[in-house]
Structures are given as structure tokens and as C-alpha cells.
């Protein structure tokens, strides 16, 4: 079974300032991890991903998130936050032996960015 | 590509009366999820299909949920004498074979408020 812990339900920063939004998890198998946005009154979108490989990994709007297995963490940064990253941020895991591929999502961190 | 449909995007219903969502999923993705997203909750797994095969149900689809996938295009779900307690947001997801590891495209959701 797997489990995720967002330890942050709100984190608010000013424009231009970096970024982190905490994502721990605990699996007894290799673990799939994820980081979706949602904004508000709509679904989820995915926006990044860690499947094998560098455990740093990038999307394409400027957030990075770092696999540390040992720590059992992917947290999300940003160097640079805008406005526009306004939203709620979820982590996600599947276990890498599951044939379903579900996915057990953290409760979300509301990122508020201020001018 | 027009994404997943999820039809309606919003239902109010009165407690007691059944309700049924539809979702259409990206044409050439086999793969199909529900997921119930709660006030400050993150998602939460359903049910998924492979084809029109309901391969894996959550202990959270009680008896007065049902869902299904006739043909393996579009789904179903429904509810069935619904409670205050089945108020949420219920997404749906689809990903092609394999995809799931990769990562879901979600719809807009359907909201649901029981009165």
C-alpha cells in the first residue's frame, strides 16, 4: 500500500519569489510519482513526472521536482513564481507493480501568489 | 483531440434521488478512471475499466454506486438514492495501455451537491 503526506495545505508567496511545496511518501514497492495542478472548477493537470532515470525532472512552465529516494520525498520548486501559478498542487504515486496504475493522491497544497 | 467530456459540469439533486454522470474519454485511450474529490481533499480512486471490463472497484463505491463502459468508449456512473455524504467533485480520467504510468489527462469534473 502506498500513502503521500503534503504537510502544507496553504503556502503563500509573494510574485518573483522561489518556491517549494512538500510531497513525502511511503510505498513497499517502486513508486510512479506525480505533481498535478488544479485550478479552480476544473480537473486535474499533469505537470510532472518521475518514472525511472535522473531523479531531477522538469516541466515545461519552470517547476522542477527532485526524487530522493532515501528521504522518500518529490518535492516541487520554482525559482521564480507568477500570478499565474495560482492554484492547488497535488502529489501523486502508483505503485509501479500495479497493473491499474491508480494513483493515491496527497490532500493538496494551495499555492496563493501575492503582488 | 478534444480531451475527456465529462457531461453535466454541474448537478444539484435533492437527497434520495438518483443522478448519473457521463464521460467521454480521448478516443484511442483504453484505459478509464473515477475518482470522488472531496472539500480539501485530494482525489480519491473509484473504479477503473480496461475496455468495457470493470477490472478494480474501491471499497468507497458502495452498493448505491454503479458504473459502467458498454463498447469501451464512454462511461457511466451512477448514483443511486443519493446522501448528503455523496456530495464532491467526481472526475474522470483516461490514459492509453501502459499510459497510466505516464500519467491520466483528467475532465473538468462534475460537480455534485446533494440537498
Known amino acids: 500500500a502506498q500513502s503521500v503526506t503534503q504537510l502544507d495545505s496553504q503556502v503563500p508567496v509573494f510574485e518573483e519569489a522561489p518556491v517549494e511545496l512538500r510531497c513525502n511518501y511511503s510505498?513497499?514497492?517502486?513508486?510512479?510519482l506525480f505533481w498535478y495542478v488544479q485550478y479552480p472548477n476544473q480537473g486535474l493537470q499533469l505537470l510532472l513526472k518521475?518514472?525511472?532515470?535522473?531523479?531531477l525532472v522538469e516541466s515545461i512552465n519552470g517547476f522542477e521536482a527532485e526524487f530522493n529516494k532515501s528521504q522518500t520525498s518529490f518535492h516541487l520548486r520554482k525559482p521564480s513564481v507568477h500570478i499565474s501559478d495560482t492554484a492547488e498542487y497535488f502529489c501523486?504515486?502508483?505503485?509501479?507493480?500495479?497493473?491499474?496504475?491508480?494513483?493515491?493522491f496527497g490532500t493538496g497544497t494551495r499555492l496563493k501568489v501575492l503582488a | 483531440d478534444t480531451g475527456v467530456s465529462q457531461d453535466p459540469r454541474h448537478k444539484i439533486t435533492k437527497r434520495g434521488q438518483n443522478v448519473t454522470f457521463r464521460c467521454d474519454p480521448i478516443?484511442?485511450?483504453?484505459?478509464l478512471y473515477w475518482y470522488r474529490q472531496t472539500l480539501g481533499q485530494g482525489p480519491e480512486f473509484l473504479t477503473y475499466f480496461q475496455n468495457e471490463a470493470q477490472l478494480e472497484k474501491s471499497r468507497l463505491l458502495s452498493d448505491r454506486f454503479s458504473a459502467e463502459r458498454p463498447k469501451g468508449s464512454f462511461s457511466t456512473l451512477e448514483i443511486q438514492r443519493t446522501e448528503q455524504g455523496d456530495s464532491a467533485m467526481y472526475l474522470c480520467?483516461?490514459?492509453?495501455?501502459?499510459?497510466?504510468?505516464?500519467?491520466?489527462?483528467f475532465g473538468s469534473g462534475t460537480r455534485l451537491t446533494v440537498v
Open positions: 501523486a504515486v502508483s505503485g509501479q507493480t500495479s497493473g491499474t496504475y491508480k494513483y493515491i
Open positions: 510505498s513497499s514497492v517502486s513508486v510512479y
Open positions: 518521475y518514472l525511472s532515470g535522473s531523479t
Open positions: 478516443s484511442e485511450h483504453n484505459r
Open positions: 480520467a483516461s490514459s492509453s495501455p501502459n499510459g497510466g504510468r505516464y500519467g491520466y489527462t
